[in-house]
């Protein structure tokens, strides 16, 4: 099948489809018995640098699932590694920044990505696009404001305190920090779209925090940048707590917006504007729930979903460790069983 004519694409340029196209926010990970056995004692950011093992992984939902697209295996955090940023990903913890960003002389630590720093993202994107046939590759990157968020708190956090101080506090040192992380995230995205992925996403996964009038002044100039640098792709936009962001969102410039599952994907479709595809917005958690709940919340899902423009079905966030890859299996079959124009 030609790539085009794939149901993913379809419903991100917002074109009729025979069904609804399905993936999942980590569909790649921790509930699926055959990634744990590949990642066994590599260390996470080991397995990112490991073409071999990044082209396994990825496949593995594929394979197992029958997903519309594939998510390359990796982390928002690799290009800050492979520019020499000191950090680690920590088992049950997520990144971990060894010299926290808090002052100018922090921004030294962000010199420009360049394609020989990430050859073997570049190298396992060539080999999947082979593997994948006509299975669209998405590509993505961290947004400025969630990895800032990793850089200047040093790990994960709740409220992310010191990021809006230096927000707030230092809007010269926001600026300049968003800056150098925009151009770092663009040229991964324009890396990821030379090697030949098929879609970009964008996981601003943090950005909830901030409040709509704080994203226009502080956040919005960045993205903008950033998604009007790879045109081109299908760009997608996504964050968790988002449902009194996505108006502004909608100004981004995205072609699609994920949404968390607080807000139905009808009520999402109106507050995200005209022009826009949308992608979600399951709750993960209702994965851990008997198959009968699953398929109801699932239903509904696809049902509010068909008042946007296109609908690519997904979960509101990642899919939890703990999640019976036969649910997720079984949810496939339902999503693609259900037709569209119902
Ligand atoms: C915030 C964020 C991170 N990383 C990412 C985000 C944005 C998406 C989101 O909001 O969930 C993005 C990411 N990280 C990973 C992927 C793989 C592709 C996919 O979606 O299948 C993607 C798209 C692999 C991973 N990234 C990580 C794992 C688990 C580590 C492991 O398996 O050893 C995986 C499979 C580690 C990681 N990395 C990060 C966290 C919070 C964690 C979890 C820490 C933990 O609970 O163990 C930072």
């Given at each position: ?82 520019i020499g940023v000191d950090l680690d990903i920590k088992p ?206 699932a239903r509904e899902v696809l049902r509010r979903g068909s ?11 990642g899919v939890l460790p703990s999640t019976d890859p036969d ?16």
């Open positions: 099948m030609n790539l085009a004519d794939s149901a993913f694409l379809r419903a991100c340029h917002r074109r009729p489809v025979s069904r609804t196209p399905v993936w999942y926010m980590r569909q790649a990970g921790r509930s699926l018995p055959e990634y744990l056995k590949v990642r066994e004692g590599v260390p996470m950011l080991t397995a990112c640098a490991t073409p071999d093992l990044i082209v396994e992984i990825t496949m593995q939902p594929v394979r197992r699932y029958g997903v519309d697209a594939a998510i390359f295996f990796s982390d928002i955090v690799v290009p800050l590694k492979a049950g913890v997520g990144p971990v920044v060894a010299d926290p960003i808090r002052d100018a002389a922090g921004l030294d630590a962000l010199r420009p990505l360049e394609p020989g720093d990430v050859a073997y993202v570049t190298e396992a994107i060539g080999a999947l696009t082979g593997e994948l046939g006509g299975t669209p590759l998405i590509g993505f990157a961290g947004a400025p404001f969630t990895l800032g968020s990793y850089l200047i708190e040093g790990g994960p956090s709740k409220n992310h305190d010191r990021t809006k101080a230096m927000m707030y506090g230092e809007p010269k040192l926001w600026h300049a920090l968003m800056e150098r992380l925009s151009g770092i995230v663009l040229e991964h995205l324009r890396i990821q779209i030379a090697a030949g992925v098929s879609a970009v996403q964008l996981f601003d996964s943090w950005v909830g925090a901030v409040a709509p009038d704080d994203y226009r002044e502080f956040i919005l100039p960045h993205t903008r940048r950033i998604f009007e640098g790879v045109a081109g792709v299908p760009r997608i936009h996504f964050g968790v707590g988002t449902g009194e962001l996505l108006g502004v969102l909608g100004e981004a410039g995205a072609d699609v917006v994920g949404v968390d599952w607080r807000v139905p994907l009808d009520e999402a479709a109106r507050r995200v504007g005209p022009g826009k595809a949308l992608q979600g917005n399951l709750d993960p958690a209702i994965l851990l729930a008997p198959w009968e709940v699953v398929e109801r919340k008042a946007a423009e296109g609908h690519v079905f997904n979960l509101g966030h649910q997720l299996k079984r949810l496939t079959d339902l999503v693609h069983e259900y037709d569209p124009a119902s």
